[in-house]
């Protein structure tokens, strides 16, 4: 038979890592490691980033044609696929009415350039 190691009950093992010091950190010197640790994993970035430049009025005009356009072929497929009793409803009148625009002379629109470039 194997004797039994004592062990005393009302002892309470400690949780955690052991203490690093033999005092007990203050809430100001945690946070100072907690910070420190936070800046030493950022990753550090590789190049800098440049501001995306923005679009000029003739650019942004095209691509807000061109989404109106890509937009009205969504309405009207969607008003293709929409069934035979709901097209007289108000979902099925306001699609026809979107497809029905006609956005022919908004696409024959050339905007000035402005400043003499015209």
């Not at 190691?5 to 203490?19: A, D, F, I, N």
């Not at 309405?75 to 625009?101: F, K, S």
């Amino acid at each position: 038979m194997i004797p039994l190691e004592y062990r005393h009950v009302t002892k309470s093992q400690r949780r955690g890592r052991p203490p690093q010091s033999e005092r007990a950190l203050t809430g100001a010197e945690r946070q100072a490691r907690y910070r420190q640790r936070q800046a030493n994993s950022r990753p550090v970035p590789s190049r800098q980033l440049r501001p995306t430049r923005a679009l000029n009025r003739v650019r942004r005009w095209r691509t807000a044609v061109a989404e109106l356009v890509a937009l009205q072929a969504e309405y009207a497929a969607w008003l293709d696929a929409l069934p035979e009793t709901l097209r007289e409803g108000a979902t099925g009148e306001t699609l026809q009415a979107v497809v029905d625009l006609d956005l022919d002379e908004i696409c024959a629109i050339e905007p000035p350039r402005g400043f003499g470039r015209d």
